[in-house]
């Protein structure tokens, strides 16, 4: 029998195929005998593919902040890996408008990266925001997810209410009254700065004279103070007042009332005696 041998050795790289014939001089034309394939690869190794990301992310807001941490990877054929040639920013709108961008704050480890956004609006409203990653193995950004924030203007404290407790004391002639009163605000109590005290004061029930407290303030309350002598005898009366900047009218905190009575003329006066008798046989001396 005979031995026939190919040998072949390309000089371009790719996918070969061989068909072998037999001329002989028995056959009017050649016979196929048989056919072969051959591949023939670079052997430089193939290029992973480019990685695509992965994320997660958390929203955490109070009345006045919203935080948005977002976590991501690059996914590699062997590995995980963080995205070190990424860069992310967020579009920002109020109540459907454009406000402005802003980059977030980025750090790395070994195999993610972390992407910070923190934001304190200062003008209330309905916020949106829509985050972007700036990746070098993408051709345009690539949204990542999106966050919604109302910032609500809260409601004003309500106007404060007044508490006040008075002590009155009196002699013959004069009385005083002393109040102590205080604001109570939503947060705790507080000085009346924006108020002031007067009495109305009449005399039999005839108006007389309206006169003004004297004022004083401490860290949460204020003292009121009324000293009244007066020079004519009579029933007197008085309404204390309150004027306050949360009132539309003075508000009347109590009353108060003193006797300033004549007092009654001494009594005719009445005579006492005492007397001593001296008498001799001839004489009597009367003292």
């Known amino acids: 029998h005979s031995i026939f041998t190919f040998d072949y050795s390309p000089i371009y790289f790719g996918n070969y195929s061989f068909d072998f014939y037999l001329n002989d001089p028995y056959y009017t034309n050649p016979q196929y005998i048989c056919n072969a394939t051959f591949e023939y690869r670079d052997p430089t190794p193939e290029p992973d593919p480019d990685p695509y990301t992965e994320f997660t992310w958390t929203v955490s807001a109070n009345e006045s902040q919203i935080e948005v941490e977002i976590t991501g990877h690059y996914v590699f054929v062997s590995r995980n890996g963080p995205i070190t040639g ?15 961008v802003i980059d977030l704050v980025t750090s790395h480890n070994f195999n993610s990266s972390t992407f910070i956004f923190d934001y304190s609006p200062i003008y209330f ?43 009155i004391v009196t002699t013959e002639s004069h009385i005083r009254v002393t109040f102590s009163g205080h604001y109570v ?52 009366s008085f309404d204390f007042y309150l004027n306050d900047p949360y009132l539309t009218t003075p508000q009347l ?3 108060a009332t003193f006797e300033h009575i004549e007092p009654p003329p001494d009594p005719d006066p009445y005579t006492k005696f005492t007397w001593i008798i001296l008498t001799t046989e001839s004489w009597i001396e009367v003292n």
């Open 185 to 236: 605000f939503v947060s705790g109590n507080g000085p009346i700065t924006g108020g002031s005290m007067y009495a109305y004061v009449y005399r039999d029930g005839d108006y007389v004279d309206v006169i003004d407290l004297v004022t004083s303030h401490n860290f949460n309350s204020s003292i009121f103070t009324f000293d009244y002598s007066p020079i004519y005898f009579g029933n007197f």
């Open 253 to 255: 905190i109590c009353n």
């Open 125 to 167: 409203g309905n916020f949106s925001f829509d985050f972007y990653l700036n990746d070098p193995y993408l051709a345009t950004p690539q949204l990542i997810c999106n966050a919604t924030f109302e910032h609500i203007e809260p409601p004003p404290d309500p106007d404060p209410y007044t508490e006040f407790s008075w002590a």
């Open 86 to 100: 990424g860069s992310m920013y967020a579009y920002v709108y109020r109540d459907g408008d454009y406000m402005d």
